[in-house]
């Protein structure tokens, strides 16, 4: 039998010739160092795995944390601080809807009296809507005819199961030309249009405070338009 070839598994001249032997070949104190890590390496410096794999890790680490930073829609807060300015957010969100050629679908989250229906209202009005705005906390849906388009609003706190949505008309909804706002707008995940934005409403002393987050091209147009005005 041949013992270890020169050559092919000695460590000086090439690979060790079993992976078994590479602990030993490198285990000699002349190569120990300390990576930059700071740890103590017994890999000739050159080959310094541990510090490779650490640095790939670190390098991943960096892209899930850039690739979940774009994933983070863009947001934008805007205090109010009394009704009217709730409506002035109305009655902006209005005039963006009525220059956008296509649909635009809103959530409007936020707790209970947070100023949903309220802004929705507004919104409303600033479309050319003189009648009554009820809140759709019974109906469900209330769908209005205004400025040549259909507008939705939605209120989905009392919904039993998001299958309900097909009965109450979601299927007429035409997201690329009808506009939305939804209000609690989880309890109907998977029946619902995808949601261009979403405006929270918060309690914030002495009123409420909203956060504007798009999640597409046309929320993106709403964001800016509002970023634009206050
Ligand atoms: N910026 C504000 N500051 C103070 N009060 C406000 C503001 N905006 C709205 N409100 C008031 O909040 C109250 C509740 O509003 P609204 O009914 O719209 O709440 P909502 O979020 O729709 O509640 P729900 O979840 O029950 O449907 C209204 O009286 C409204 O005038
Ligand atoms: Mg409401």
């Known amino acids: 039998m041949h013992g270890r070839q020169s050559g092919h598994g000695g460590r000086r001249h090439g690979r060790p010739a ?17 990576c ?38 863009r947001t934008h807060v805007i205090d109010l601080p009394d009704p009217d300015a709730t409506a002035t957010l109305g009655a902006r969100i209005g005039a963006v809807l009525a220059r956008s050629e296509g649909g635009m679908a809103i959530a409007l989250s936020g707790e209970l009296g947070a100023g949903k229906t309220a802004l929705a209202r507004a919104v409303l009005r600033a479309l050319g809507h ?45 997201p690329a030309r009808d506009w939305l706002c939804v209000e609690w707008a989880d309890r109907g995940a998977g029946f619902l249009p995808s949601m261009d934005a979403t405006i929270e409403l918060q309690y914030h002393e002495p009123g409420r405070r909203a956060r504007v987050s798009a999640h597409s091209a046309a929320g993106e147009r709403l964001l800016a338009a509002l970023e634009n005005a206050t």
Do not use: K, N
């Open 18 to 34: 079993h992976r078994r032997d590479r602990g030993v070949a490198w285990a000699g104190a002349g190569h120990r160092h300390r």
């Open 130 to 174: 003189t009648g009554a705005v009820a809140s759709p906390s019974y109906t469900l849906v209330e769908p209005y005819a205004v400025a040549g388009r259909m507008f939705h609003h939605l209120d989905l706190y009392r919904l039993g199961d998001p299958e309900e949505l097909e009965f109450l008309g979601i299927r007429e909804i035409d």
């Open 36 to 73: 930059r890590h700071g740890r103590l390496c017994p890999r000739p410096r050159g080959r310094c795995r541990r510090r490779c794999r650490r640095s790939a890790r670190s390098a991943a680490d960096g892209s899930a944390r850039l690739a979940a930073a774009l994933r983070q829609p």
